[in-house]
Structures are given as structure tokens and as C-alpha cells.
């Protein structure tokens, strides 16, 4: 949203490894220890956390992505609370039981699975006549994009969904999407990364 709104900032790498979210200097900035959160220093450094108020807030600011009029204004909103009430608290839940439990729990995997899958329905029926989610590109769009993109990571497709996989190939294709996604580590270090680990457990395995 940042580089798309071509807004100046600083950004702070927080190591939630070593769980430094948690630690009372950040607890004070957001209280939920999670993140993202902003401080606009231009504004007396006011706080904002939570995604979606972090993304209507710089919306406001700068102008841009969530329209004036009325209706208009309220699909975005709409669809914005589909993301934050629906798809990233589901999806996120198929990200650890699928990705990260210990235990593996068949029924609570194929239950989030299935639901972020029929959550991934919606937007495809959505996205049938239209090249975003409400017409012109949106925060909508920004809040949605960074779970769609992670579709693999919680074992569900995308690619029978031809609205949704257009959507989502277009949104990635963005130069300013593509500057966002290096931020605050660049996508061919992660990947790198990634790799490193792969060969570390196949090691393990050997």
C-alpha cells in the first residue's frame, strides 16, 4: 500500500523469531504484539495497528484506493471485512494446523482447508465480470493479495479458479507490488533461504 500510494517510510524489521513483538517497547506501540502497525510521525506520531485500519487510515492520507462515494466506498469496506473476518482468520488457521502443528489433526486441517478454498470461491465468482474486486483496484484488493498469494503454504489451489488466478497474476505483476514484496527482506534472499532449509532437513533425513 505504501509503495502503491508512493507515501515515504521507514520500516522496522521485527524479528518475531525471537519473539521481540512481545516485548514491552513494541506492546506500548500495539498491545495485541503482532504486527503490522505504523506511526506517522507527520501526525503528532500517531499509531495505528491492525491491517485493515492501517490500510484505511493511509487510504485516507494519501487520497487514494477507497472511493469517495457512498456505495462505492461501502464495497470496498465490504470486502475489506471479508478479508479480515473471513479469509485471513481461515486461512491462517490452515496455515498452522496444516504447516505448523506438531500434531497432526486431520479434521482440523481439512476443515480450514475447505474452508479457504470456498472463501477462495467467493472472490473468483466475484472477480467473474470484473478486473478487481470493486471495479477500480482498491485496498480490497491489498488486503486479499498477500493471503491469495500464500495459497500453497496452507495446501489449498488457486489455479481451477481462472478469475481469482487472473486476478492474482496481475495484482503480483505490479511494479509497486513487486517493491512491497521486498520489503523488509528481498524476495531472492527468502528464496534462498528456503532453499537452505530444504537441503538442512534433507540432510536431517539422510
Same mark, same amino acid.
Given at each position: ?25 513494541? @506492546? ?5 504484539? %503482532?504486527?503490522?502497525?505504523?506511526? +506517522?510521525?507527520?501526525?503528532? =506520531? #500517531?499509531?495505528? !495497528? ?72 467467493? @472472490? ?5 465480470? %470484473?478486473?478487481?474486486?470493486?471495479? +477500480?483496484?482498491?485496498?480490497? =484488493? #491489498?488486503?486479499? !493479495? ?61
Amino acid at each position: 500500500m505504501l509503495e502503491e500510494c508512493g507515501l515515504p517510510y521507514v520500516y522496522k524489521h521485527i524479528d518475531l523469531g525471537s519473539k521481540e513483538q512481545k516485548q514491552d517497547w513494541f @506492546l506500548k506501540i500495539n498491545p495485541n504484539g %503482532r504486527i503490522p502497525v505504523i506511526v +506517522d510521525h507527520a501526525n503528532d =506520531d #500517531f499509531i495505528v !495497528f491492525e491491517s485493515g485500519a492501517i490500510l484505511i487510515y493511509l487510504a485516507e492520507l494519501a487520497e487514494q484506493f477507497l472511493p469517495g462515494e457512498q456505495k462505492q466506498r461501502s464495497r470496498v469496506l465490504q470486502w475489506l471485512m471479508f478479508q479480515m473476518g473471513g479469509l485471513g482468520p481461515m486461512q491462517g488457521q490452515a496455515h498452522v494446523f496444516f504447516r505448523y502443528a506438531k500434531e497432526k489433526i486431520p479434521y482440523a486441517i481439512k476443515r480450514y482447508q475447505r474452508e479457504t478454498r470456498r472463501l477462495y470461491e467467493v @472472490l473468483d465468482r466475484q472477480l467473474e465480470d %470484473r478486473e478487481f474486486l470493486v471495479d +477500480d483496484i482498491s485496498i480490497a =484488493d #491489498f488486503a486479499s !493479495f498477500p493471503w491469495v498469494r500464500r495459497h500453497e503454504w496452507a495446501g489449498v489451489s488457486i489455479e481451477d479458479l481462472p478469475n481469482l488466478w487472473r486476478w492474482y497474476q496481475n495484482i503480483n505483476a505490479r511494479s509497486a507490488v513487486q517493491r512491497g514484496l521486498d520489503v523488509p527482506v528481498p524476495q531472492t534472499e527468502l528464496a534462498k533461504q528456503s532453499v537452505k532449509r530444504s537441503v538442512k532437513q534433507i540432510r536431517k533425513i539422510i
